[in-house]
């Protein structure tokens, strides 16, 4: 294995088209549980030429006004331009409702063992859970990164700091690795949109930009730009209104980002606009629950948990735990404590979780903040499955 | 109003040009080209050209003034026609061009004015898209004081009386232009413009010429005949239609001099200041000045049917919609409460009403496709039989006859051959079709929309007025913890109906609401007039419902103080006290904000401490009512103590009322009907969303699948091409304006659909026209709607629309049988006379048998055939495919085998009667009688496509056939044994062999005929051939494109 290289993720703003399709979707949800936890939801939503597409199939007695839902959003997100706003914007959705009724909306927290043993999967899933000692939040540290300065740019934006800022951006982060550590960083790129009719010189932007969102960014890290790091602020030149008038989105197009950017691997299947009966969702933070808190147990130093659903089975089909060399006993030891520890059938993750709850015991919505910047390595909000309550289990059993 | 301000704004543009003036040199923009004549000038306008919307502005602004009498203006020549009266100075009139033409200058965008000089594209006229009308003076956007000040007039004493009166000159009248109606000469003429007609009175002059008067004079009466007939069917129709316009001429109070006065509704003018009082309709645009408590309900003019809350504050900013004008009130929209004092800022043409009225002029219907059609259907028949006529003239010729004989029978054969029946046969059809659908209360106001209405594929439902009643009512109710269902019988709980009066609970939730209430209430004959907002309204009319004495409980309960619901506040409470100095606290708002101030809640009468289940209850049935889209009220009460705030009380929870706008009886099987007679059903609302869910699974206008919902309120800005490629998949339109209604329709139909949409209000108008088939409402709707309307229900019942798609496609089908009809008989006469002039057998008919033919075997078995009663399936079939013509190919294929099988039985029996008699009248009258009497025959043969004698599913029988047909018989007999008849069409009377001979050569081609009919339809069956919608509309939008191009 290379233990030398370079590695770099991307990650984008809450204005950018697929994130806003993500956003959107995972705000419908909110408002479905907020009225009624138990309520079955799947949104799929994508933006093109200024019209929203959401298609929602739900079995719920709750009563969203999608299109309201996701002109909120859109008006959070600070879109106010001619080229799309909240309120101008064409929404489509496709309702359906779910008459599939075979499992019926059951309380997981009150189900008995074998009420848990019948709630099997309904997709099939191949999903990842990931932790690394890189950063406080065990995530890598490219990905680290670059949320933290498209968090930080977005911030710059809604304090209108500086008035030609837009909301679509994205951001890359080079590391370069010793021995898979992360020693400096290598490079820096920010592309941040900007709107129609404030002419603002590139080099006054690439200042601004550097010095409200790189420069701050670095304050609290232990890694920082050093004279040889590259920067690439807006590279191509302006990069004019940015958003859906310019690009499509379309939800689940960003799971890298939503996840560990791609410095391990991660599910295919989108994670927004699913409600916690869909494994392909729940599992994945699952598997990162277990990860985290086989790291955080001083188990190794990163791990790679993979679960493999079937449907009709409860139980993951399979497990795969890699340690990469880190662990300070054999993988196969490590992934039969975490199965003895954590109970992955779907029902157990949803009852351990909280999951339905969530949206309401969370200002403003879960799902939603999840879907805006990233569904792992969280530490803006308390996360059941950041939680290292387990790691005394794992080192002693 | 753009030319009011420019007046009163700039006053630079004086009445100076002098009359003979080249230029009116204050505005280089306008020119004199012509001035000789008084009353009448022609000027040049520079920007008009190129420019439709300079023309637009020029035309209504003009002829908004009393002193126009007619203005047109060209965008190609740039120039402007003004008629005028005589006793106006020119001067005046150059000037009102010249303001005209600065406004629209500074007015339009930078865009449309550089567009202008350019040649402008080619627009389609099926999807022509409305440009905005012209931006008009920002009145909303000033204090009240500026807007007098501009007006010459005052807050406080109104106009005086004599500069009203000058005021009335400059700007006319306060009425609408009215839509000018058609003419009798244009529809008398529109009757001779088809060329089938044309070609007869041409041959009719050729047979004058050559000595055939008798044939003349026939076939000018034919002519005559099918014009009078239709003129006096479609001049009928106009006439209904215009019959059914208001003329109503409502008076206004205003301020004249400091004194109230009532004027007419048409007198009023800019300036002068209006009273509004509740139930009155609004008669022009106005500046409000004060208010007091003021609704209006703007849903002729924003489609909105809950009324609006006005208030002279705040000034408003520029970018505010018509709809949130909250300053302001509109001509045409109705004081539902309170009242108030306004400035009228703009009257007739220039308020925004009139303006829509203007705007509904650019849309231009898509023309049906049937009446060209026919046209060239006629034509192709003419061509056709002109060429056989010719070849049966040459063949004639070089078979020896006389050169005049030939050239005689040759023009009597086209006559006789000519379908000249076809345009005769298709406007009495329609016509016939607008009288029945007349009696069942559908007024069509155009002829092809008859023949539309039976392709209609989509139709577009306006939710608020059409799919709903119109007005907010109970729903439901939750008393005692008990869920009650309201509908017009009454109240009906979980153990069955509720007498209101034996549950304490039901009785003192209806008081409160009643108490908790500023509906004003009075009598009207025998009915109570309610005013106030429509919750409240809805409320009391409950409470009457049950029997609650409204005014006696609130005597008894004296109205104290009043608290209204305020921003953090979602209550409002009453303050009541009794004669005998008890006091008592209504409350109603917000449910769950109530439920909060609540401590206890009755049961059977008695008051119990509210338990957390109870309350969980309560609101559990409030989400239950919220997501069936009702609006929601809880109510509560205090009794006794003494404050007015709720909050220091602990109060009695009553209980919930759940109000929405009612769907009307018998929509949702109506829906479900449009659906079997495979036409998508779309809804237009300004609905939220989730309301407009609900709304839509319940009609479920979705059939089974799920629910597709477009949310725009600004579907203008949506890309055309994209709206057009989702529109055909969404079943709802939520939060549109009716302003948007245009657009739905344009991208359906750009899809290739043929579109019915209906509508009511002002603003429907241009949808309404450009819609295939525009649908108003006859009580309900307005006139504008009315006006532009292709299809209007009486007696605002849309379940009549599906009979009347009934009616156009069983007319469609029959014009098709009367088609089958007399091609197929048209085609076997001269196939008769070509075959046997050309195997040398002689000349078997004569001019004056072929003319009796013509009249006698085509017209009335024809016009029999066009009433044929519904075939059995008609709601049953898929829209016909609009692309399809309406004889296809293998239909002509069919009507030529069939006449081929007519003529083999002539021939034959005319073979017989030269083989027995010899050529001459002998075989003559065998040969025409038995093609008379086998026309005939044919015509129950084109009763049905698929139904013949030998099926087993029987027709509906149609007594008019039959009269035609024993009459045509009997008529036909008369030739053989009357003998002045006989010897005028130089017959002979038969042997009873040869009627035997004719009886055979008759019926044998009908059951020749049935048979196969039999067999093509059962291997049709087999293969089940039905076009997909979407194949039609491909083909449909390929036939538009062609048309745009050629």
Not at chain 2, 34 to 54: I, K, T, Y
Not at chain 2, 176 to 190: E, N, Q
Not at chain 2, 833 to 862: E, F, H, K, R, Y
Request: glycine fraction near 8%; charged fraction near 20%.
């Amino acid at each position: 294995m290379n233990r030398n290289f370079v590695f770099s993720s991307e990650s984008v703003t809450e204005g950018h088209p697929d994130k806003l399709c993500d956003q959107v979707a995972d705000a419908v949800l909110d408002r479905f549980l907020q009225q009624d936890p138990f309520s079955r939801v799947v949104t799929d939503c994508a933006v093109a030429k200024g019209i929203l597409f959401i298609a929602s199939r739900y079995a719920s007695r709750a009563s969203v006004d999608v299109p309201d839902t996701a002109r909120q959003v859109i008006s959070q997100i600070g879109y106010e331009g001619e080229d799309f706003n909240a309120r101008t914007c064409t929404v489509m959705t496709s309702i359906g409702e779910l008459a599939d009724r075979s499992q019926p909306a059951v309380d997981e927290s009150v189900l008995d063992n074998q009420g848990i043993e019948r709630m099997t999967a309904r997709n099939m899933a191949n999903v990842f859970g990931y932790a690394c000692t890189q950063t406080p939040a065990m995530m890598p540290l490219p990905i680290w990164l670059a949320r933290k300065l498209a968090r930080r740019l977005a911030s710059v934006r809604r304090q209108r700091s500086f008035s030609y800022l837009a909301p679509d951006g994205k951001t890359q982060v080079g590391i370069e690795y010793r021995d898979r550590e992360p020693v400096r960083i290598h490079s820096i790129t920010l592309i941040a949109s900007q709107v129609r009719g404030q002419n603002i010189s590139p080099d006054r932007m690439r200042e601004d930009l550097y010095e409200a969102v790189v420069r701050p960014t670095f304050i609290d890290e232990a890694i920082a730009p050093d004279g040889k790091t590259s920067f690439h602020l807006n590279p191509e030149g302006p990069f004019l209104v940015g958003g859906p008038s310019l690009h499509s989105g379309l939800t689940g197009r960003k799971n890298a980002v939503d996840t560990y950017g791609e410095y391990s691997r991660h599910g295919e299947s989108a994670l927004s606009g699913k409600d916690p009966s869909r494994i392909d969702r729940v599992g994945a933070y699952a598997a990162r629950y277990a990860a985290k808190n086989v790291v955080a147990a001083g188990l190794a130093t990163e791990c790679e948990v993979q679960l493999t659903y079937a449907i009709g089975q409860s139980h993951p089909v399979g497990l795969q735990l890699e340690t990469r060399g880190t662990g300070s006993m054999s993988d196969d030891e490590i992934a039969a404590r975490v199965l003895r520890v954590f109970d992955f059938r779907p029902a157990a993750i949803i009852r351990d979780l909280g999951l339905r709850h969530l949206p309401n015991r969370t200002k403003g919505g879960l799902y939603r903040r999840l879907a805006a910047a990233g569904h792992v390595g969280r530490l803006d909000i308390g996360l059941p499955w950041e939680r290292i309550d387990r790691a005394a289990v794992l080192r002693d059993s | 109003m753009n030319i009011l301000s420019e007046f009163l704004v700039d006053r630079s543009v004086s009445p100076t040009a002098s009359r003979n003036g080249a230029s009116a040199d204050q505005d280089a923009a306008v020119t004199v080209m012509h001035a000789a004549v008084r009353g009448r000038v022609r000027v040049n306008v520079s920007g008009l050209r190129n420019s439709e919307r300079m023309k637009r502005a020029i035309e209504v602004m003009l002829t908004g003034h009393t002193w126009v009498r007619s203005a047109s203006a060209s965008p190609i020549t740039g120039n402007v026609l003004i008629l005028f009266d005589a006793n106006k100075e020119l001067a005046l009139v150059i000037a009102e061009v010249a303001a005209i033409v600065r406004h629209a200058h500074t007015s339009l965008p930078a865009t449309e004015i550089s567009a202008a000089r350019k040649p402008a594209r080619p627009a389609r006229a099926a999807t022509a898209r409305i440009e905005p009308a012209l931006p008009s003076t920002p009145w909303h956007r000033m204090e009240v004081n500026e807007v007098g000040l501009l007006l010459n007039s005052s807050l406080t004493l109104g106009l005086a009386e004599h500069a009203a009166r000058l005021a009335l000159e400059r700007f006319g009248p306060n009425t609408l232009p009215k839509p000018a109606p058609r003419s009798s000469l244009s529809i008398l003429l529109g009757q001779f413009n088809s060329l089938p007609v044309l070609l007869l009175g041409a041959s009719a002059v050729l047979s004058a010429a050559t000595g055939g008067m008798a044939d003349a004079v026939v076939i000018l009466g034919v002519v005559l005949l099918n014009a009078g007939i239709g003129f006096v069917t479609e001049r009928e129709a106009e006439r209904t239609i215009e019959s059914l316009m208001s003329h109503s001429q409502p008076v206004a109070l205003v301020m004249r001099d400091g004194r109230v006065r009532e004027v007419h509704g048409d007198s009023l003018v800019p300036g002068d200041v209006l009273t509004l009082s509740p139930g009155t309709y609004v008669p022009a645009d106005a500046r409000l000045i004060q208010v007091r408590e003021l609704t209006i309900d703007e849903s002729a003019l924003t489609g909105e049917s809950i009324p609006v809350r006005k208030s002279p504050e705040p000034r408003l900013g520029a970018d505010v919609t018509l709809g949130e004008r909250t300053n302001m009130v509109y001509m045409g929209t109705v004081v539902t409460g309170g009242s108030g004092l306004a400035m009228v800022v703009a009257t007739g043409a220039a308020t925004e009403l009139g303006m829509i009225q203007a705007l509904v002029g650019q849309a231009r219907p898509p023309e049906t496709p049937m009446q060209r059609q026919l046209d060239r259907l006629g034509t192709q028949m003419v061509w056709l039989s002109g060429g056989i006529c010719m070849l049966v003239f040459g063949i004639g010729l070089l078979r020896g006859y006389g050169f005049l004989q030939m050239l005689r029978a040759a023009v009597s054969l086209a006559v006789a051959a000519v379908p000249e029946g076809l345009p005769t046969v298709a406007t009495t059809t329609l016509s016939l079709g607008i009288r029945s659908m007349r009696r069942h209360n559908v007024l069509v106001r155009r002829l092809d929309a008859v023949e539309t209405l039976g392709s209609v594929q989509v139709i577009c439902l306006d939710k608020t007025g059409t799919l709903t009643i119109n007005r907010m009512s109970v729903l439901a109710l939750q008393a005692d913890l008990e869920p009650i269902k309201v509908n017009q019988a009454g109240l009906y709980g979980e153990g069955g109906r509720i007498d209101p009066y034996a549950r304490d609970g039901v009785l003192r939730l209806l008081h409160v609401a009643v108490l908790c209430n500023e509906t004003q209430l009075s009598r009207h004959r025998d009915a109570y007039v309610l005013n106030g907002s429509a919750t409240e309204t809805a409320l009391v009319q409950l409470a009457i419902d049950c029997g609650i004495s409204v005014n006696g409980l609130r005597q008894h309960y004296r109205l104290d103080t009043v608290e209204y619901r305020a921003e953090h506040r979602n209550y409002m409470s009453t303050l009541h006290l009794t004669e005998d100095g008890h006091r008592l606290l209504a409350v109603k708002g917000a449910p769950a904000e109530v439920l909060g101030l609540c401590r206890w809640h009755m049961k059977d009468g008695v008051r119990h401490v509210l338990t957390e289940q109870e309350r969980a209850r309560v609101l559990e049935e409030n989400a239950r009512m919220a997501g069936h889209a009702l609006r929601v009220l809880g109510f509560a009460y205090a009794e006794g103590a003494c404050s007015e705030d709720p909050i220091t009380y602990d109060l009695t929870w009553l209980g919930l009322a759940g109000l929405a706008d009612p769907i009307r009886s018998g929509v949702k099987e109506l829906i479900g009907l449009f659906h079997q007679a495979g036409i998508r059903t779309v809804m237009i609302t300004g609905d939220q969303s989730a309301t407009a869910y609900a709304i839509g699974k319940e009609l479920g206008l979705n059939g089974n699948g799920q629910l597709d919902i477009l949310d725009s309120m600004h579907l203008e800005s949506t890309d055309p091409e994209v709206l057009s490629a989702v529109a055909q998949k969404v079943h709802i339109f939520s939060r549109v304006s009716p302003a948007n209604k245009l657009e739905v329709v344009q991208a359906l139909q750009h899809a290739g659909l043929v579109v019915a949409m209906t509508g009511d209000g002002i603003n429907d108008g241009p949808a309404l026209r450009a819609a295939d088939i525009g649908v108003a409402m006859g009580s309900a709707g307005t006139d504008v709607a009315r006006e532009v309307a292709d299809v209007i229900l009486e007696d605002d019942e849309l379940g009549t629309m599906i009979l009347a798609v009934s009616e156009g496609r069983t007319i469609y089908n029959n014009i098709r049988k009367s088609i089958h009809y007399l091609t197929a008989t048209n085609l076997s006469e001269i196939a008769v006379m070509l075959s046997s002039i050309s195997l040398g057998m002689g000349q078997p008919l004569n001019t004056m048998q072929l003319l009796w033919i013509n009249l006698v075997t085509d017209v009335l078995p024809a016009l029999a055939l066009a009433v044929e009663p519904p075939e059995p399936d008609v709601l049953r079939q898929p829209p016909r495919d609009p692309s399809e013509p309406i004889i296809r190919k293998q239909d002509l294929m069919r009507f030529g085998s069939e006449s081929l099988v007519l003529t083999a039985g002539t021939l034959a029996a005319y073979v017989y009667g030269i083989a027995r008699y010899g050529i001459g009248p002998h075989a003559g009258t065998l040969a025409f009688t038995t093609l008379s009497v086998s026309q005939l025959l044919h015509a129950y043969s084109c009763r049905s496509d698929t139904h013949g004698v030998f099926s087993k599913e029987r027709l509906p029988p149609n007594r008019y056939l039959n009269l035609a047909l024993g009459g045509s018989l009997a008529l036909q007999a008369g030739t053989l044994f009357v003998s002045g008849l006989r010897g005028l069409l130089g017959l002979v009377p038969p042997s009873p062999l040869d009627l035997a001979v004719i009886a055979t050569g008759a019926s044998a081609p009908f059951l020749i005929n049935e048979a196969t009919k039999t067999l093509r339809s059962k291997r049709r069956h087999a293969l089940t051939s039905t076009p997909s919608i979407a194949t039609s509309a491909a083909k449909r939008e390929g036939n538009r494109t062609k048309e745009a191009r050629g």
